[in-house]
């Protein structure tokens, strides 16, 4: 959806970190816009650390690559649209995505400790 199917218009960029934030008070979509930015990357966050698996054996560092890694995957769809003429590219669409990104890690986060204890109340 941030790729295809969109018109070849002219190329915005947007630079100005919480920039959505300060156009609330015009714009209905502000809010709903950061949410799905937010939402689009929870799932890319939630099975990052499953697709690492046991390659890297150190969850913190699986779970900092993760978060880079939306990062980085939100980085490149912004560039696109830029450079393709696709929409409007911006920061805060990189900041969101990686938060989702984030939230989801979070979980398996929440899952490690999780886990851990339980183990720990069986011995």
Known sequence: MTLLGRK????????IPF???TTIPYNNEAIRTLLMNIMLFL???LTAPYMIGEKIKNEYLKWGICILSAGALSILIE???????LG????D????NML????????DV???WLNGRLRKQRI
């Open 88 to 91: 409007r590219a911006e920061i």
């Open 79 to 85: 560039s696109l649209q830029y450079c393709l003429g």
């Open 100 to 107: 989702g990104g984030g939230l989801g890690v979070l979980a």
């Open 93 to 96: 669409d990189v900041i969101c």
């Open 8 to 15: 070849v218009e002219i190329r915005e960029l947007e630079l």
């Open 19 to 21: 920039y959505t934030l």
């Open 43 to 45: 799932p890319f966050g």
């Open 110 to 112: 929440v899952g490690f």
